[in-house]
């Protein structure tokens, strides 16, 4: 069973920074590009971004693009999401994904909350 | 980025047949959009349903389907649950990234 265990939500400053964090386990982690997705309240499911097996490939929306940094540590089986410069309309809450056009796109956990607000 | 659109919402009838669909504002959706489906129950994490258009999970009941219908990526329930009721978001890989539809609220009434 695919598990992915998101951390570090929680409330912050607009202009703030975040780090979030992802623990996976029952997959083969560095075989796989992996991504984070966001739900806002009331609202629907965005992808944000994406990286690839060993991190040298990364592509993000526009709107996150230059303030969100992903990142892996494949020795850790964890994903990180950097969030800077964090905006009011950022507020969600925040799901690790495992990314793969052959064999689907898992969400494995209860995902972690980021609120912004002052 | 591309946009990708699904029906707001559909009442569906205990025992009856839906179809949700999705469609890209690219063009017609093929195998290659790989699409997913996935279904989200208030509070809860989305759980995937579908992927690469056709193939079920081992957690999938074998009375929802993907399918492609119309130049759209399709789901079909058979034999609606009460517990069927829920969001409903289709994926599509488009235009090289991910997309997420706007969700499908499906009632069973």
């Known amino acids: 069973e695919v598990k992915l265990v998101e951390s570090g939500g929680g409330l912050v400053q607009p202009g703030g920074s975040l780090r979030l964090s992802c623990r996976a386990s029952?997959?083969?982690?560095?075989?796989?590009?992996m991504g984070w997705v966001r739900q806002s309240p009331g609202r629907g499911l965005e992808w944000l971004t994406k990286i690839n097996e060993d991190g040298s490939e990364k592509l993000s929306v526009d709107s996150v693009k230059g303030r969100f940094i992903i990142s892996r540590d494949n020795a850790m089986n964890s994903l990180y999401l950097q969030m800077n410069s964090l905006r009011v309309e950022d507020t969600a809450v925040y799901y690790c994904?495992?990314?793969?056009?052959?064999?689907?796109?898992?969400?494995g956990g209860p995902g972690t909350l980021v609120t912004v607000a002052s | 980025q591309p946009v990708v659109t699904q029906e707001p919402s559909l009442t569906v009838s205990p025992g009856g047949t839906v179809t949700l669909t999705c469609a890209s504002s690219t063009g017609a959706v093929t195998s290659d959009f790989s699409s997913n489906w996935f279904r989200q129950k208030p509070g809860q994490t989305p759980t995937s349903l579908i992927y690469?258009?056709?193939n079920r999970y081992s957690w999938t009941p074998a009375r929802i389907s993907g399918s492609l219908l119309g130049g759209k990526a399709a789901l079909t329930l058979s034999g609606v649950l009460p517990e069927d009721e829920a969001d409903y978001y289709c994926?599509?890989?488009?235009?090289?990234?991910?997309?997420f539809g706007g969700g499908t609220k499906l009632t069973v009434l």
């Open positions: 029952g997959l083969r982690f560095s075989n796989h590009w």
């Open positions: 994926l599509l890989f488009d235009d090289y990234d991910w997309v």
């Open positions: 994904v495992r990314d793969s056009r052959k064999n689907g796109c898992l969400f």
């Open positions: 690469a258009t056709v």
